[in-house]
Every structure is written in structure tokens, then in C-alpha cells.
């Protein structure tokens, strides 16, 4: 893939977005979930009110590691504090590929009120992962069902799918990848939610002399406005320092239109100096004229923001 610069055209889009209120964002779930640590949540609309989420769960520091992550679902009516099912929606295994670990749930409800999940699966070594998805009628009864997207030589550790349907009726799949000893963000574009993928140019590259200028990392889609989709995605610098940024992309989401300056969202200071510096954004949602950005904060708890575009 080429990594060109952005086709930036800044004037086309007087926009910019605020933090203007952060919470964090509590779990209730059985001894084995409350053991872990959290990242990854990603939260959803439900049309009965309801907020669904789907988590990572890690083995704390210092336990013994047995896996890089399982998922775990539950739901909320307030978006802050979520009742989480008895067990696991998705777990490592039975196959070589998933032994080492699940992570990065994505999820699409479809019409018809079933779920597809996005995940990344990673092999017994810990070493190396891919794209995978499950389906099911229920989060609760999701059934592992093949790649996604596969992992090339060029393009390792493909993980962190961001899915969505653009105005032209295509469906698009970002992804992060490895190349150059650094995080990218991929894009593939298809027919519909299983592909197949044909792979494109690199939507938008690290920026030198800032705060995303080494690695770059897939974030979730606001799509409040079709014809002006934006990306809250995730930068950092050499030394994995990351923060949460946005992007703003045409309706079909072929050229930026718009990019933020300064991080949207930064660490505050941690609790221990060893902790990870670390803001990493999963997922957003918009309704009653409110947008929560969901993320992690130094890979172990989960946060929300309540965004102002301006």
C-alpha cells in the first residue's frame, strides 16, 4: 500500500470537537470478569433503549498469563455502568489461529435483529493475529464463523476493524496493520458486511512533527451526518505515547476533508508511574444530541466523553 500523504482540503469542512464532560465507565459481572482488566468497549444502540457493550477482558498485571484477551457482553440503559452476562461471548480456541487470545469486538446489528462480530484472533505463540467474525442471533450465541480479513506479509497483525456502510451503498472496512515496525491504518472496500475486500490506498498517514507522526491506529465512525463521515482514531509517537484524534472524510470517504490539530483526548496523569500512557478509543455513539466517545485508559479501565462538534 502507499503511504502518500492526506489529500487534506481543511476550508471544506469548518468544524472542529470538544471534550466537554468525561466519566468513567463501570462493569458489573461475575468473579471471573472482575479479576480482568478492560479495554476495548464497544458500545451500541439498541432500538429498545438499551446500550449494549462488548469488551476485551486481560489478565491483570502480574497474573498468570493464559490469553492476550476474551470478550464479554452486557448491557446498560444509562451508558455509564453495565450489567455483564454469567460468562464470555467469545473465547479463545478451539483452533490454532484463536488459541492465544480474542480481542477488539466490533459489533453490527442487522436488520433482521442478529449480530455480526468483528474480532481479532490471536495464534497460540501470542504472537501474531488476524481479523475473524461471529454470528448469531444473540450476543449471547455468536458462532465463530471464518477471516475476515487475512494478515500478509506486508500487512501483519491485521486487528481493530472500524465497519461501515457508506452513501454510495459500499461497505467499508478500516483496519490496523503492522508495517515498518509501527501501527497503520488500512482500508478495504466491498459489497456488503462479509466482503469479499478489495484492498485501497491508505486513507490518511502519521504527520511528522506531531503527536500522531509514528504510529496510527483504527478508531470508531460518527456517522450523525452521511456527508461528512468522521473517524475518532487513535496516533502516537515512536515511544507508543498514544492519544485519541478525528478525521473527517467525503461521503464516500476516498479523501479528507478535515483533520484535527491537537489530540482530542489525552491521558490524564496515572495512578502509577509504571502505567501504560495510554487513551485508545473504541467505539461512539450519537442520539438526543449527545456523542459518547467510548475508550480505554492505560489498557486496564474504560472511560466515556461527551463530544461538541463546533
Request: hydrophobic content about 40%; aromatic content about 10%; proline content about 8%.
Amino acid at each position: 500500500m502507499s503511504a502518500a500523504k492526506d489529500r487534506v482540503t481543511p476550508a471544506a469542512v469548518p468544524v472542529d470537537f470538544s471534550v466537554r464532560e468525561l466519566q468513567p465507565v463501570a462493569l458489573d459481572g461475575p468473579p471471573e470478569l472482575m479479576a480482568r482488566d478492560w479495554m476495548s468497549p464497544f458500545v451500541w444502540s439498541e432500538p429498545d433503549g438499551r446500550l449494549g457493550i462488548m469488551v476485551r477482558a486481560v489478565p491483570r498485571v502480574g497474573a498468570r498469563v493464559t490469553d492476550t484477551g476474551v470478550i464479554w457482553a452486557g448491557w446498560s440503559r444509562d451508558g455509564q455502568r453495565f450489567a455483564m452476562l454469567p460468562g464470555p461471548s467469545i473465547v479463545p480456541g478451539p483452533a490454532d489461529d484463536q488459541a492465544g487470545g480474542v480481542e477488539d469486538p466490533t459489533v453490527l446489528r442487522r436488520r433482521d435483529g442478529s449480530y455480526v462480530v468483528y474480532y481479532t484472533g490471536v495464534e497460540r505463540d501470542m504472537a501474531h493475529g488476524e481479523l475473524f467474525y461471529a454470528v448469531g442471533p444473540s450476543i449471547d450465541r455468536l458462532e465463530k464463523t471464518g477471516v475476515a480479513l487475512a494478515s500478509s506479509k506486508s500487512e501483519g497483525n491485521t486487528k481493530e476493524a472500524t465497519v461501515m456502510q457508506t452513501a454510495d451503498g459500499r461497505w467499508r472496512l478500516f483496519y490496523e496493520y503492522a508495517a515498518d515496525q509501527a501501527s497503520r491504518i488500512g482500508l478495504a472496500v466491498g459489497p456488503g458486511i462479509h466482503g469479499p475486500w478489495e484492498e485501497q490506498p491508505v486513507p490518511f498517514a502519521p504527520r511528522e512533527d506531531s503527536w500522531d507522526n509514528w504510529h496510527l491506529s483504527t478508531g470508531p465512525m460518527l456517522l450523525d451526518d452521511p456527508e461528512h463521515p468522521v473517524m475518532f482514531y487513535n496516533g502516537a509517537t515512536r515511544d507508543a505515547r498514544w492519544r485519541i484524534g478525528w478525521v473527517m472524510f467525503d461521503r464516500d470517504c476516498t479523501r479528507v476533508i478535515g483533520r484535527g490539530i491537537e489530540p482530542l483526548i489525552v491521558p490524564p496523569p496515572a495512578e502509577e508511574r509504571t502505567a501504560t500512557d495510554i487513551a485508545f478509543a473504541a467505539s461512539v455513539v450519537a442520539g438526543d444530541g449527545d456523542i459518547w466517545l467510548y475508550y480505554s485508559l492505560e489498557d486496564r479501565k474504560l472511560a466515556r466523553a461527551r463530544i461538541r462538534r463546533s
